[in-house]
């Protein structure tokens, strides 16, 4: 991985999937997303939930949000049930999304923090690079779409998004 030679440290890293923003530009998809995380709902459930938090849609176009979220790979149809003379569907999201701000308060505590697990992940990508060089150099020549892009910060993308799951992972297994 190409260390920064900038003057300025780099101090954190913001993460923006087009595919997922494009989804989640709507803010009621957001609510759809946290709606779903807790268990698997059906679209008029999640109508409803939306009108107790004062969302006033209708049934259809909560569903066309539902739908747009799963094209993007957000939610998952996880059953169906027959009845009534038809199929109803449930949804379950399969990612969150966290739009928050620290405090300047938290500096001094989230620096301890890092610097308590900052050992832990140097040994985490020095495992990835070590280990699956080549996977991440196949992943990353997929991903440039020209010989110019070459500036570009995919390996960091691709090592960033394997951290991120794997906190997913850790954390929903805890």
């Known amino acids: 991985m190409t260390p920064s030679t900038a003057d300025q440290q780099l101090e954190d890293i913001a993460v ?19 709606i ?44 169906f049930e027959e009845g009534r003379g038809g199929t109803t569907k449930y949804y379950h999201a399969n990612t969150i999304v966290l739009s928050y701000s620290l405090p300047d308060s938290a500096d001094e505590a989230v620096a301890e923090m890092v610097d308590a697990v900052q050992p832990q992940i140097t040994d985490a990508l020095d495992t990835l690079t070590g280990e699956f060089d080549d996977s991440i150099e196949a992943i990353v020549a997929d991903m440039q779409p020209c010989e110019h892009c070459r500036t570009q910060k995919y390996e960091t993308y691709v090592l960033l998004t394997v951290l991120r799951r794997a906190f997913v992972r850790a954390h929903r297994d805890s």
């Open 16 to 34: 923006r999937d087009p595919r997922v923003s494009d989804a989640i530009d709507e803010p009621m998809r957001a609510m759809i997303l946290d």
């Open 36 to 79: 779903l995380s807790d268990e698997a709902r059906t679209a008029g459930e999640v109508h409803e939930q939306l009108s107790d938090r004062g969302v006033d849609r209708t049934e259809n176009t909560v569903r066309h949000h539902i739908n747009e979220l799963r094209d993007a790979g957000l939610v998952d149809v996880v059953r």
